[in-house]
């Protein structure tokens, strides 16, 4: 069977803008995949391509086997896409609305099961325009899923949900895997990879710059646990470094947020607050764990994810 998605250096170009340069990938079916990266880093460029809204300027893009350029009206029945932003029709109810998608495919999902599934069930009568921003997002991903598609495409699912919204995504999604559906979704939320994702894409600049599951990723590029803490901003981090052991390396990652790289001992925790202390600064949220993704992010970059 061929793969869910298929991607091979793919080229995208606006203009003097080069929004996906060379990328590849490969998606199993049945398989969760997230598209991780900044602003601008090319992941809806590349999700449209893969829908057949957009050209590639070069590369193949093969969709359940198919070109998505070429064969969109096989495809397009196959597939739910969530769009970036949604948007409908400002005086349609949501019931409405969902019903609408619903009678355009073959053998639907029950609208009122979505509906109450997503949380929805009580603004079922509610007009688009009055919706809140999270309700928006939820009807626009019933409405991606109620043809009951093999593969399904989110553009950031859950930005501007709350985080009850969000569990209530995640959690359809991850019954949707369960259920043999593809899923392909771009986020910025490292969280939400972490959780959801068999493979996790990280994109940067329009390229791959590292993917696996997000404990590979992490086990990857993280040995040992990690300090980070928040002050005032502008620390002097070369001062701090040199009154830690040789070998260790403090950076301001973000404007007050800093982070020490190097084996943490009980010795380095107390240096680092004891150093804070001389400067007449308290170190605050002082964390010992784990790196995450968002730590893979900045090592890999020397950026940081939410920028
Ligand atoms: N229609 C367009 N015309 C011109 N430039 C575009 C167009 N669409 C995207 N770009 C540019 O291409 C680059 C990649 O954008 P894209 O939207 O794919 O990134 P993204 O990773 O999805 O970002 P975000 O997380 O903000 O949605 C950006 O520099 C963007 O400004």
């Known amino acids: ?166 569990r209530l995504v995640w959690d359809l999604l991850t019954a949707l895997r369960g259920d043999g559906v593809s899923v392909l979704l771009t986020t910025h939320l490292m969280e939400e990879a972490e959780t959801l994702a068999d493979e996790v894409v990280i994109v940067d600049d329009g390229n791959v710059i590292a993917q696996g599951s997000p404990s590979a990723l992490t086990a990857e590029h993280a040995e040992d646990a990690q300090l980070r803490f928040k002050a005032r901003p502008g620390l002097n981090t070369d001062l701090l470094t040199a009154a830690l052991p040789e070998g260790y390396l403090v950076r301001e990652s973000s404007p007050g947020g800093y982070r020490v790289a190097g084996l943490v001992s009980p010795q380095v925790v107390s240096t680092v607050t004891a150093w804070c202390a001389q400067q007449g600064v308290l170190a605050e949220e002082l964390h010992v764990g784990k790196r995450d993704l968002e730590e893979v992010f900045l090592e890999l970059t020397g950026r940081e994810l939410r920028t």
């Open 1 to 166: 069977m061929s793969a869910a998605v298929e991607i091979t250096g793919l080229v995208k170009r606006f203009g003097a803008v080069t929004a996906v340069d060379g990328l590849d990938l490969k998606m199993p079916r049945a398989s969760l995949l997230a598209l991780l990266g900044p602003n601008g880093a090319g992941k809806t460029t590349t999700v449209e391509i893969c829908e057949g809204f957009l050209r590639p300027d070069a590369g193949t893009v093969r969709v359940l086997g198919l070109d998505p350029a070429r064969d969109g009206s096989a495809l397009r029945p196959r597939i739910g896409v969530m769009p970036q932003g949604g948007g409908a029709y400002p005086g349609v109810r949501a019931e409405e609305m969902l019903r609408l998608v619903a009678a355009c495919a073959a053998s639907p999902l029950d609208p009122a099961w979505l509906l109450d599934t997503l949380g929805l069930a009580s603004a079922k009568r509610t007009p688009y325009k009055r919706l809140s921003g999270g309700q928006q997002q939820r009807l626009s991903l019933a409405c991606a899923l109620v043809g009951r598609p093999e593969l399904v495409f989110l553009d950031e699912p859950t930005a501007g949900m709350d985080p009850q919204a969000r």
